[in-house]
């Protein structure tokens, strides 16, 4: 397997689950000597100083540009590296807390971290046959796209290791319960404005989801069945807000954002919004006043609406605020002002919402005792 393809393996969109497999597989290939280039990687740099909006960093002549001029300039990358920034922070203390967990159950057990987790694991990873290889194979090979005697050998080796890290990971979730392993780092949150977009669920919801979606975007309707689904699990606890974020590429999706929020205008926003999902080949401007006929739209002030352009504007300044916030492509989610992006399995977003709903339980707690203690 030739490294421009186990690179595109690891970066298109390739179900989360497999992701570590394919990571695996590529470091067979980096110890057979193979190079891998992976577009897209970032490392966050911190400043090296304190951060002044009001130093200057530049003159032209006599006029002055600011450190706060060039931040405004560059938000969306600087928010990019702040999340980046997190993660690796956030890395970091799962490391150095599994690895104190991990020691201090050795120590107990008398004997070393390794053989202490050889010995938790032992028996909880089953071993990978070549069948369970064959069926993987099969289920991915249109995009291993190499004979599966020539792959075999590492994808067998790579499935065995993630059988063995989620054993691993098991006896950790295990370890961190017994040690109560609170992380409180407090993660980046970006401000974003929602009053006015269309939404589910209470205001006063504890955790809100925003999402800047692209109608022709099949990525954006990968995520509905995961939408649907956090909506079905979490009820009342979430409220989810829809932004327009057109791609510029996408043919119809800046007049399909227009319709919708011409829909909106009659109340029927989201209904619009499913009936544009349905079929994502059938956004011409036909089609768009065809799905506001068949949900029974008053069709003359819809019509009307799309031809003159009424939230065009509008549109554009959704687009301009997604981009502020350093949304480049769609799906874009922020949870709470926590940024997550792409077509994300259900479990990221669990991550991050459980994670909030713990938070705001806590301020609550906080809260209750404060007025207890004034009392």
């Given amino acids: 397997m030739n490294q421009a393809r186990i690179a595109r393996l690891l970066c298109e969109g390739l179900d989360f689950r497999w992701r570590g497999v394919f990571s695996a597989i590529a470091a067979v290939a980096i110890a057979a000597g193979l190079t891998l280039s992976i577009p897209g990687a970032a490392v966050a740099q911190a400043p090296g100083q304190p951060s002044d909006p009001n130093r200057v960093v530049a003159t032209v002549g006599n006029h002055k540009i600011t450190?706060?001029?060039?931040?405004?300039?560059?938000?969306?990358?600087?928010?990019?590296?702040?999340?980046?920034?997190?993660?690796?922070?956030?890395?970091?203390?799962?490391?150095?807390?599994?690895?104190?967990?991990?020691?201090?159950?050795?120590?107990k057990a008398k004997i070393t971290a390794a053989e202490f987790i050889d010995k938790q694991i032992a028996g909880k990873s089953a071993k990978v046959t070549d069948k369970e290889a064959k069926e993987f194979y099969d289920q991915h090979k249109d995009r291993i796209r190499q004979p599966y005697d020539k792959i075999k050998a590492p994808l067998i080796a790579a499935l065995q290791r993630r059988s063995d890290q989620q054993a691993r990971q098991q006896v950790i979730a295990r370890l961190r319960e017994d040690h109560h392993v609170k992380v409180l780092l407090e993660p980046p949150r970006l401000k974003i404005a929602t009053a006015g977009y269309p939404s589910l669920g209470p205001k006063n919801a504890p955790v809100t989801v925003v999402e800047f979606a692209d109608f022709q975007c099949p990525y954006c309707k990968r995520s509905e069945d995961t939408i649907q689904e956090l909506r079905k699990e979490y009820g009342d606890k979430m409220r989810l807000?829809?932004?327009?974020?057109?791609?510029?590429?996408?043919?119809?999706a800046f007049q399909a954002a227009e319709a919708a929020s011409c829909a909106g205008e009659q109340g029927k926003f989201w209904e619009y919004h499913d009936e544009l999902f349905k079929d994502q080949s059938k956004l011409s401007t036909k089609d768009l006043k065809a799905d506001a006929a068949k949900l029974k739209l008053n069709t003359k002030q819809f019509d009307s609406c799309l031809d003159k352009g009424k939230y065009a504007d509008a549109v554009r300044e959704?687009?301009?605020?997604?981009?502020?916030?350093?949304?480049?492509?769609?799906?874009?989610?922020?949870?709470?002002?926590?940024?997550?992006?792409?077509?994300?399995?259900?479990?990221?977003?669990?991550?991050?919402?459980?994670?909030?709903?713990?938070?705001?339980?806590?301020?609550?707690?906080n809260a209750s005792a404060k007025k207890g203690t004034a009392g």
Avoid: C, W
């Fill in 67 to 107: 450190e706060g001029e060039v931040d405004e300039e560059i938000k969306p990358q600087l928010a990019s590296m702040q999340n980046q920034l997190y993660q690796d922070r956030r890395d970091a203390i799962n490391k150095l807390a599994d690895d104190y967990i991990i020691d201090q159950a050795a120590k």
């Fill in 241 to 252: 807000v829809y932004i327009n974020f057109p791609l510029t590429f996408h043919q119809y």
């Fill in 318 to 365: 959704a687009m301009s605020q997604g981009s502020a916030a350093g949304v480049n492509g769609t799906p874009g989610f922020f949870i709470n002002g926590r940024p997550l992006t792409g077509a994300q399995p259900a479990t990221a977003f669990e991550s991050i919402i459980n994670e909030e709903l713990a938070h705001n339980g806590q301020h609550q707690r």
